[in-house]
């Protein structure tokens, strides 16, 4: 049976990150026609349709999702041969893909990452803890920091820190001027509650479930913007990790300390990715670099 060729991977790979023949082309510096070839002859290879044509744009077929993820590890493996070779890993090139479920707890991190090496490109994006994880899992991120009570044992991970979970809200808010809170005092409040794919959100549901104390989500966020806004104008008491939110001018912030709430802050990687060159540095400079929150809460 004859294997898939570098050529037909890459293109794959470029259809599926773009939807268009054209781009796709254009990212790999070849022709449409060439793309073209390429996708009809891993098509034939693999007897099915991986991708669904849609007028002029095209998606993943839902059966050729996990072969689209082992394509992208695959060639993050040939990536880093290629750079071995020619960067003699010495970090002066390549592109590394991070995500974040906190941006203040990562900054330290991502700051001492850039100033050490100035030549790799960085791409960063933000969001809920679970849906990061999938991306790992994908090939979408290189790496990402999460939150979760235990470590995945799908990941190669490096616990960051513990930190308990805080609430905040508007500012002189009755249940936050006491400076630290209960479980219970949530009994009923209107809450502003990230979305399900949340670390945080399953912590805090669980021991609400435990403990039989009813939480009420008057709002669902997804971003820390919102999230800040929406508490600090009165909508509700809003949840996350000590430290990644401060109090100011518009809110104030207690942490939840019966029970005590401890969730980890992870670095995880693919367990067949971590000793890459550019995925070990992160894990290196993160070990070093501490767990201090640092940089704004965007308005």
């Known amino acids: 049976m004859a294997s898939p060729t570098l050529s037909q991977m890459r293109a794959v790979d470029a259809l599926a990150r773009t939807g268009k023949f054209s781009r796709a082309a254009e990212a790999l510096g070849i022709s449409q026609p060439s793309v073209s070839t390429q996708i009809q002859s891993f098509e034939e290879l693999c007897g099915t349709r991986v991708f669904i044509r849609d007028g002029h744009t095209i998606h993943v077929a839902p059966a050729a999702v996990d072969l689209i993820a082992k394509i992208k590890i695959a060639l993050k493996c040939v990536d880093e041969v290629e750079m071995a070779i020619t960067?003699?890993?010495?970090?002066?090139?390549?592109?590394?893909?991070?995500?974040?479920?906190?941006?203040?707890?990562?900054?330290?991190?991502?700051?001492?990452?850039?100033?050490?090496?100035?030549?790799l490109r960085l791409t960063t994006h933000g969001g809920p803890s679970l849906e990061l994880a999938d991306a790992v899992l994908s090939g979408e991120l290189d790496v990402a920091t999460i939150s979760q009570a235990v470590p995945d044992k799908r990941f190669a991970s490096f616990k960051l820190f513990d930190s308990r979970v805080a609430i905040y809200g508007r500012k002189d808010h009755p249940l936050l001027k006491k400076g630290q809170l209960k479980l219970t005092d949530l009994d009923g409040q209107d809450m502003v509650l990230w979305n399900r794919?949340?670390?945080?959100?399953?912590?805090?549901?669980?021991?609400?479930?435990?403990?039989?104390?009813?939480?009420?989500?008057?709002?669902?966020?997804?971003?820390?913007?919102?999230?800040?806004?929406?508490?600090?104008?009165?909508?509700?008491?809003?949840?996350?990790?000590?430290?990644?939110?401060?109090?100011?001018?518009?809110?104030?912030?207690?942490?939840?300390?019966?029970?005590?709430?401890?969730?980890?802050?992870y670095l995880i990687a693919l367990p067949e990715c971590r000793n890459h060159s550019t995925v070990n540095a992160f894990f290196e400079v993160a070990k070093e670099s501490g767990s201090s929150a640092d940089g704004p809460i965007p308005r």
Not at 96 to 106: E, T
Not at 227 to 244: K, N, R
């Open 87 to 119: 960067d003699k890993t010495a970090l002066k090139s390549g592109l590394l893909s991070v995500g974040f479920s906190a941006h203040r707890l990562i900054m330290p991190t991502l700051t001492a990452f850039v100033r050490k090496y100035p030549g």
């Open 197 to 265: 794919a949340s670390g945080t959100r399953t912590v805090i549901e669980e021991a609400a479930n435990k403990y039989g104390v009813e939480l009420k989500p008057v709002l669902e966020v997804a971003t820390l913007d919102v999230a800040y806004a929406a508490a600090a104008a009165g909508i509700g008491l809003a949840i996350s990790i000590e430290g990644e939110v401060r109090a100011d001018e518009h809110i104030d912030v207690a942490p939840l300390v019966e029970p005590e709430l401890a969730i980890g802050h």
